[in-house]
Structures are given as C-alpha cells and as structure tokens.
Nanobody, 124 residues
C-alpha cells in the first residue's frame, strides 16, 4: 500500500520560510519523479515544482523560480520543498505526488500517487 505523508506546514509571516517534507512508503521511491502542487481555497490545484527520479533534474512553475527549491533523498524516500520569501498568495494546501511518467510534468493527471496535503498559511 502506497503512503505519502507531508509535513512541515504551518503559519508563517510574510517574508518567512518553510521547509516541507514528504515521506513515501510502499513504492520504489527512486523509480518515481516527484512533484509538489498546491491548492488555495476555491481554486484549482496548481503545479509548484518537480524533480526527476535520478540526477536531480528540476522543473518549476514560473512564479516559484528563485523562491522555492525542490530536492529529494532517495535513501530516505523523502522529497522536500524549501520555500522562502513567502507571501500571503502562497497560502494553500501543499501536496506531494509521485509520477511514473518518463518526463517531468506539471499536469496533475500524470501523477499516480498523492499525499493528503499540509496547510501553509502566510500572514501579512
């Protein structure tokens, strides 16, 4: 049974930083590209970033470049999202996801497994 558990969310002031983690189990973690998405209240789920199964190739949504960094540790079956210079517009539930697709993707339909999400709230 695949399980993906996000952690590290919380309340932070504008300009602050947070590091999200997603621990995966029940799958061969190194075989999956990993991604982060987010969903704000009343909005669609948006792509944040993705990282390849090996070699650390990364892909970011334009609005995240320079502020967010995705990384992974295959030995720990964990993917991370370091977020800095956070703004109220970054408030959302953040989800990690695993994809067997051959290339990195920003489309949620290309991801096979999802975590339950972790809330990030940025106050002004």
């Amino acid at each position: 049974q695949v399980r993906m558990v996000e952690s590290g969310g919380g309340l932070v002031q504008a300009g602050g930083s947070l590091r999200l983690s997603c621990a995966a189990s029940g799958l061969t973690f190194s075989a999956y590209n990993m991604g982060w998405f987010r969903q704000a209240p009343g909005k669609e789920r948006d792509f944040v970033a993705a990282i390849s199964r090996s070699h650390g190739v990364t892909y970011y949504a334009d609005s995240m470049k320079g502020r967010f960094t995705i990384s992974r540790d295959n030995a720990k079956n964990t993917v991370y999202l370091q977020m800095s210079s956070l703004q109220p517009g970054d408030t959302a539930v953040y989800y990690c996801a695993a994809s067997l697709a051959t290339t990195l993707s920003s489309y949620s339909t290309m991801y096979n497994y999802w975590g339950q999400g972790t809330q990030v709230t940025v106050s002004s």
